[in-house]
């Protein structure tokens, strides 16, 4: 197992670096000067050379990019070009807001979609399966700005259950709207994904079996179908947590939420390119480990698995 | 399975409060993060503390580096120039008691107010400064910091008229000759040429006096995050993305005309909500006192509440043509012919929701040397423009291609003026690229034809006619259009170092006047500015120079 994880974190490393290498040479080439945004609409052209050769914009490309990769490998992204502040450090400000989302969210998610996916199974061509079917596809498709605004009128204006956006003083109420937005879309992924995946182990012989030895159906249900059910629904779980950091960027800015996705949004705006990379690179970071996650979990949904 | 799953769900669980523990931990290094970082206790109702949604998160609030608009609006609460605009727009004491301008207008005395003292305390911790009173060193200090080339202010060169400037740019010497303390609280000042808007300049907010101790203590890099000054409010707490909250100068000098003390406001708490419609929700829910912007939507509904405020601000929004490059270059029959092809009115109302005043020309009104009557006046008028288009070389049309930075608004106008283009014969296409690639192209001149706008610096055509089409301002320092008339520059030029108004107004009419005639731009519009506060909040005044310049030092709440 232990080498297992070795072998995968050490298999990630080119990943990550890949990433990074892109990244910087997109953030290059696109026109836009940040000492010139920097400056401002008037710019004194001697002052606008002294900010580039503060940011070490003035050395040569290649140099730039050995630059950044030797002071990646130490975990130091270099300080944000709009205020000064160490990118790592910009990032574990922001840490904490998307964390809290991106867990409430996959927590609303699974909460939602699991059950849904797994009575609409049970009960299917019913009312109740058309209808979380139907819900399933509106959350797939509804875009997230859209539920959002709505959202929040119905919630904050019409009955005035939630206070408003931002995060007040760091009171979980404030999370909720968000949380449940963000939710919505890997929550009916996962109602989908698990109603599909319980249709097809039900009808399987073992299933039969297990009536046919006389257990109760919600133990048929809950025990053996779902856990070798969940399989998918595990992978598919992974990879919408990680998805879920683009999410974020949309829900971080109509909420106000000072979390990653809106730094990010700032720092392209301002081609902030030290920040953009911290961020790509975090992100990259995330779905390794996410996958990682997945991978490991495995096992204990189905024990022929097994990392050796 | 339970098991296993509960173990599952625990690791998990494990990972994710690890994770968002790393970010605290490094809070606890340093005061401002580790306050950012802390979970108060449920908020109560504040009681004197204005709350106001803000668009976004100021980059810098140390003001020797900023150079935006929403870091000016928290600044302008924090920190103190020598001089001031009244509501007017003219000079008026700040940290300055009273001047004396020499004979020769090349030397400045200024007299400082006693009894101003930087901020005892900030983040609810004392400040290395102490406390202790301004003095003529302290501006002699601030002076040559921001100066100083090794700081690299991005707006130190706004006072390169100042004695020595250059010597000290180009360190070779460590101070700027022209600022010395005559003693305590006389401060001099002289300047290589008379410069009219000098005191105008003076009151641009990168030149606010600065505690040493603290900007030593903090370093050019972290004094951004501890900001100390000497204005009404205080600096508390800066939460990235999230919200700034100032308190109330309990030392602050100023008394209202019946001895009491200001600000009145407890503290100002400004919030950061990107998104128009929930500023908008927000402010009706009565979360906030006050919101930065009034979203087209919601104006028609804005306008009737008593809060509401609006009014003209010295800014124009304009279509550059480049005048060193086809097809503008060497047609002024074709720029003029642009000039009289579009409808402002139709456009201000239709696009902006009637919330901009038609421009025909460079000034902006209520600024020196703007004069309605003025020629030519760019009217709309598409058979002359037709003409001037046949005159121009273009019987038959022509196309061009306007580019735009990315935004919403802009699109909206350029499509509105896209198909007016239409009418006459020119064909528009639009390109919208975003600010930092627009800024980069204009710099060097390379788009025939494109979107800009400006906001005053400073309340003087100096900072218009000089700035944006003088050709020693060709490039970055502000004119795009490669505008280069010897006439015009001869009259800016002069006006910049002649003292008497009277003289400067008809040496800028007359600048104005030739800019017109010549149309390097396609004036468009005249910005407004608003602010839109709730109905108890009083002695709210907009100043003319933008919204963002408002200050709250007399600002009460009735509830």
């Not at chain 2, 109302?349 to 209520?366: K, Y």
């Not at chain 2, 019987?395 to 499509?415: D, F, M």
Request: hydrophobic residues 40%; glycine residues 8%.
């Amino acid at each position: 197992m232990l080498n297992y994880i070795i072998r995968r974190l050490i298999g990630a490393i080119p990943v990550v670096l890949g990433v990074i290498a892109v990244v910087f040479i997109l953030t290059t080439i696109v026109p836009g000067d940040p000492a010139r945004i920097m400056v401002g609409q008037r710019g004194d052209p001697a002052t606008i050379e002294k900010i580039r050769h503060e940011m070490g914009l003035d050395k040569p490309l290649a140099v730039q990019f050995v630059d950044f990769m030797k002071n990646a490998l130490t975990f130091n992204l270099g300080k944000s070009y709009r205020n000064n502040m160490t990118v790592v450090q910009a990032l574990l400000i922001r840490l904490p807001v998307t964390i809290k989302l991106a867990f409430a969210s996959m927590v609303v998610a699974i909460i939602v979609g699991v059950p849904l996916g797994i009575i609409s199974a049970v009960k299917q061509y019913s009312w109740f399966d058309y209808g979380a079917m139907f819900f399933a596809i509106l959350g797939i498709s509804a875009p997230v700005f859209w539920v959002a605004l709505l959202s929040v009128v119905l919630f904050c204006v019409i009955l005035g259950w939630i206070p408003g956006t931002g995060t007040g003083n760091g009171e979980w109420i404030y999370y909720v709207l968000p949380s449940v937005v963000l939710g919505l879309r890997p929550g009916a992924l996962i109602a989908r994904l698990t109603r599909s995946s319980m249709l097809e182990i039900i009808r399987q012989d073992f299933i039969r079996t297990a009536r046919a030895k006389g257990l109760a159906e919600k133990v048929v249900i809950m025990k053996h179908a779902l856990r070798n059910a969940l399989i998918p629904v595990v992978t598919i779980i992974g990879i919408e947590t990680a998805g879920l950091l683009s999410g974020v960027v949309v829900t971080e800015y109509i909420f106000s939420l000072p979390g990653i996705g809106r730094l990010s949004v700032e720092a392209l705006v301002n081609r902030d390119f030290p920040v953009i990379r911290g961020v790509v690179l975090f992100m990259a970071f995330l779905f390794v480990l996410a996958n990682l996650i997945v991978d490991l979990s495995y096992p204990f949904f189905d024990p022929r698995i097994k990392y050796d | 399975m339970f098991k296993k799953s509960l173990v599952l769900l625990i690791v998990m669980l494990l990972v994710v409060t690890t994770l968002a523990g790393c970010g605290q931990k490094p809070a606890q290094q340093s005061g401002s993060e580790q306050q950012q970082q802390e979970q108060q206790p449920a908020a109560e109702a504040p009681k004197n503390i204005l709350r106001m949604a803000i668009m976004s998160n100021p980059p810098k609030l140390d003001p020797v580096f900023a150079t935006d608009t929403s870091s000016s609006r928290i600044i302008y609460q924090i920190f103190e120039t020598l001089v001031d605009y009244d509501k007017d727009g003219n000079v008026q004491p700040l940290l300055a008691e009273s001047w004396d301008i020499s004979p020769d207008k090349k030397t400045y005395t200024f007299h400082l107010r006693k009894g101003v003292h930087f901020h005892k305390t900030i983040e609810g911790k004392p400040t290395a400064n102490g406390g202790r009173e301004v003095k003529a060193d302290d501006w002699v200090w601030t002076f040559n910091y921001i100066l100083n080339p090794d700081t690299a202010s991005p707006r130190a060169y706004f006072l390169d008229m100042i004695k020595g400037y250059k010597d000290y740019q180009d360190k070779k010497t460590d101070h700027i000759a022209g600022i010395s303390k005559v003693d305590d609280y006389t401060l001099k000042i002289e300047i290589d040429y008379p410069f009219a808007p000098f005191l105008s300049v003076l009151a641009y907010n990168t030149f606010n006096v600065l505690p040493k101790e603290d900007v030593e203590k903090y370093g050019k890099e972290q004094f951004n995050f501890h900001p100390v000054g000497t204005g009404p409010f205080k600096f508390e707490q800066w939460v990235q993305d999230d919200k700034i909250v100032l308190s109330k100068n309990e030392d602050y000098w100023k008394k209202d005309k019946d001895g009491n003390q200001l600000p009145y406001l407890d503290g100002l708490e400004f919030r950061i909500v990107t998104d128009l419609a929930m500023e908008w929700t927000e402010f009706g829910l009565g979360n906030f006192e006050q919101i930065e912007e009034v979203d087209d939507p919601y104006y028609a509904d804005a306008k009737k509440l008593p809060g509401f405020q609006e009014g003209p601000t010295l800014g124009t929004y304009y279509y550059g043509f480049n005048l060193t490059k086809a097809p503008f270059k060497g047609n002024k029959a074709l720029r003029q012919a642009f000039n009289y092809a579009i409808d402002r009115k139709g456009l201000i109302d239709m696009v902006r929701n009637g919330r901009a005043l038609p421009a025909t020309g460079v000034l902006p009104p209520g600024m020196m040397g703007y004069d309605e009557s003025i020629q030519p006046q760019y009217t709309f008028d598409p058979e002359k423009a037709k003409a001037l288009m046949k005159e121009a070389g273009y019987p038959n049309g022509l196309k061009v291609e306007l580019v735009y930075n990315t935004s919403e608004g802009h699109k909206r106008i350029a499509e509105a003026l896209q198909s007016q283009f239409k009418n006459v014969g020119i064909d528009v296409s639009l390109k919208n690229i975003d600010w930092g690639a627009l800024l980069d192209a204009t710099d060097k001149l390379e788009i025939p034809f494109f979107r800009m706008g400006w906001v005053a610096d400073y309340p003087d055509p100096d900072n218009f006619l000089y700035v944006l089409l003088n050709s020693a301002n060709i490039g970055p320092k502000g004119n795009y259009s490669g505008f280069n008339n010897k006439e015009f520059d001869d009259l800016t030029n002069q006006a910049r170092v002649e003292t008497d108004p009277a003289k400067r107004a008809e040496l800028y009419k007359k600048a104005e006047s030739i800019a017109r005639e010549e149309a390097p731009w396609l004036f468009i519009y005249h910005y407004t500015t608003h602010s839109l506060t709730q109905p108890y909040v009083k002695n709210v005044v907009l100043p003319f120079f933008g919204e963002y310049s408002m200050k709250y030092t007399e600002v009460k709440m009735e509830k």
